[in-house]
């Protein structure tokens, strides 16, 4: 799965709408922009959504989601911990909170 993906099937857990047509021009740009603009129950929520790379969207998403402490937040943080080798350590907690929420978001498809 794509950071991308893996932002989408959070956002979707969530409850966000990503259909905006930023999201898709903001690929095309070089270098892409993963941040999406994100909206829920019609009200935006933000232009710049990306708990990959804001703290501060990731842990409202952990707190949301309850899912530091449980099984699957854990085993996320082991798979964090090898794909953010050599990177600052919030990304690898960043990325274990996305790839947990993003997980319940593919069930929710």
């Known amino acids: 799965m794509t950071d991308r993906e893996l932002l989408e099937s959070a956002a ?8 905006h047509k930023w999201n898709a021009e903001r690929l095309l740009l070089d270098p892409p922009v993963m941040a999406l ?4 129950d019609g009200e935006l ?16 998403l952990g707190i949301k989601f ?3 402490g449980t099984d699957e937040f854990l085993r996320f943080l082991g798979v964090a911990y090898l794909e953010c080798a050599g990177q600052d350590e919030t990304a ?18």
């Not at 603009?37 to 829920?40: E, L, M, S, T, W």
């Not at 929520?45 to 409202?60: C, I, K, M, Y």
């Not at 690898?92 to 498809?109: D, P, Q």
């Open 12 to 19: 979707r857990a969530a409850g966000y709408t990503t259909d």
């Open 37 to 40: 603009v994100a909206y829920r």
């Open 66 to 68: 309850r899912v530091f």
């Open 45 to 60: 929520v933000s232009t710049g959504w990306n708990p990959l790379e804001n703290d501060g969207d990731a842990f409202r």
């Open 92 to 109: 690898m907690w960043r990325r274990a909170i996305v790839l947990t929420v993003a997980a319940i978001g593919e069930k929710v498809k």
